[in-house]
């Protein structure tokens, strides 16, 4: 017979057949008279039982047939005599294709710590948790190209290698080419970092935005969704070194259509998953729900997984300014026993994760888009209000998660952009082809970020980033 993925046996099609399953050893229990298998391919969280006879399979192989191990199995699939699964294979023949030694393999038929799990992190996707979370991943991934592609938007491939730090927040890994035994120096005796790329000081890319206005200044409406690298040292369950970010630029769209936008692509990519993924999550939804017990009453969440998920479908965001954000918080009484103790202080700060906590769970209960903040605290290309102290930027906070996109609409004037990048000692000189743009056939445009993680923690319902991106790179965490 041909090999079939369980996923297809599972479906029953094939019963009364002579089938092929290739997978790996969940579990193995039985006794002299009779062995269960449960077989998993990674095709879906379900595993397949496979009836081993000892009479039929000898002793010599069902020995080796232990969790972790990858088996080939024939034999006839049935419907299934037990409970808790629909069919099964009755096995005539198998072949251990790899032995995976018990008293060394680390993955045991129990409860792991999600610490021990990023410790072998090379062999946890073979979890159930986690190999839900990836193919979870990979839906959230094709939703999100679905969604452009059909709105007609392209993806552009933007840089990964640049020269441009388009946060300016300083927060870059440099590259280089540099031998380091013999590493080039200036005439002062410092680093000589001019020299990184072949006479040019790079980085890896914070953000493909810059080069994703370019190309919105030409094909209309793009889209990146490509690996950002930040080097912030915080170890937080929020942020990566190494994240993917999706970031659409749009010409003539101008701030609200941008929000609107963001909000679509959001509907439809949870959308898309709760109705492709239903197995794997319902599978996570309860796993989040057991999580939940460990937390303290107040920490807890009034809802599941599946209820959270729904109500971002059927709910608009809400949108205010950031002055009017300010002033609920200003007049928020201060809740020690619910942690919200810290409300702002003065107009121009910052929000902290606690002030867009008390926003999005507790004052606005949904997802709330946060507009028009102050410009000292946003980027250089942000298009500056006729208030002359806000730009039209625009976060969006989301429950347990908060900010899940950032965004903007661009600064297209050219004199305005030149005097905001004066201010902010960005140098003309290193941006002119940034400018260019601005120079000619200028027109409005906006776009914004959408972190891809951040958006895997909110479908997933797991409680740390570096759970839902296969090998996290964090200052803990870079060995493969
Ligand atoms: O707010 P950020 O820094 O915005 C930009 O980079 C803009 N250039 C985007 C644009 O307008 N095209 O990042 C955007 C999003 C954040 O809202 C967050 O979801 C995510 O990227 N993000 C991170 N995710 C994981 N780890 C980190 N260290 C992140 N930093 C930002
Ligand atoms: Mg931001």
Not at 218 to 224: C, D, K, S, V
Not at 373 to 396: C, E, L, S
Request: one cysteine or more; aromatic letters at 10%.
């Amino acid at each position: 017979p041909v090999r079939n993925k369980i996923k297809k046996l599972l479906t029953g099609e094939l019963v009364g057949e002579n089938v092929l399953a290739k997978g790996w050893v969940r579990t193995k229990r039985g006794n002299k008279h009779v062995n269960f298998i449960a077989l998993n391919d990674g095709s879906t969280i379900n595993n397949i039982q496979v009836v081993a006879d000892p009479a039929i399979i000898t002793e010599e192989v069902l020995k080796h047939v232990t969790t972790g191990a990858a088996i080939s199995v024939v034999g006839k699939l049935v419907e299934s005599q037990g409970s808790g699964q629909s069919v099964e294979i009755v096995a005539e023949n198998i072949e251990v294709l790899g032995k995976a030694d018990p008293e060394k393999y680390p993955l045991q038929p129990k409860k792991h710590s999600m610490e021990f799990m990023r410790e072998v992190a090379h062999l946890r996707m073979r979890t159930n948790t986690f190999s839900a979370v990836f193919r979870v991943r990979h839906a959230l991934s094709y939703a999100v190209h679905e969604f452009f592609h059909m709105k007609g938007f392209y993806n552009l491939h933007t840089p990964i290698i640049t020269a441009s730090d388009a946060e300016g927040a300083g927060e870059t890994f440099h590259v280089t080419n540099f031998d380091l035994d013999n590493i080039p120096k200036t005439d002062e005796g410092k680093v000589d970092y001019k020299q990184d790329f072949f006479g040019k000081e790079t980085n890896l890319t914070v953000s493909g935005q810059l080069e994703g206005e370019l190309g919105a200044m030409a094909l209309g409406e793009i889209y990146t969704f490509g690996p950002t690298f930040r080097a912030e040292n915080s170890n937080t369950t929020r942020h990566l070194a190494e994240f993917w970010m999706i970031e659409p630029e749009m010409a003539f769209y101008e701030l609200d259509e941008n929000i609107q936008l963001a909000q679509d692509l959001l509907q439809y990519t949870v959308k898309y998953v709760m109705e492709n993924c239903e197995d794997d999550l319902q599978f996570l939804s309860q796993r989040a729900q057991d999580e939940e017990k460990n937390k303290p009453q107040t920490e807890r969440s009034e809802m599941t997984l599946m209820e959270r998920l729904q109500f971002i479908l059927e709910n608009d965001f809400e949108r205010i300014t950031y002055t009017d954000a300010i002033d609920i918080l200003k007049n928020s009484k201060p809740n020690k026993k619910k942690k919200f103790n810290y409300l702002i202080e003065e107009w121009g700060a910052d929000l902290q994760s606690e002030h867009e906590r008390f926003l999005v769970e507790k004052h606005f209960k949904k997802p709330v888009v946060i507009y028009n903040y102050p410009k000292d605290i946003k980027a250089f290309y942000m298009r500056q209000n006729d208030d002359d102290k806000t730009v039209a930027a625009m976060d969006i906070l989301f429950p347990g998660i908060g900010e899940i996109v950032g965004g903007s609409q661009r600064e297209e004037r050219l004199e305005k952009l030149q005097k905001r990048m004066g201010e902010m000692n960005i140098p003309e000189e290193e941006m002119w082809w940034y400018l260019d743009t601005r120079r000619f056939g200028s027109a409005p445009h906006s776009g914004f970020g959408l972190g891809f993680e951040r958006l895997m923690l909110f479908v997933t319902g797991m409680g740390n980033i570096r759970d839902v991106i296969p090998f996290p790179r964090t200052p803990d965490n870079a060995e493969f």
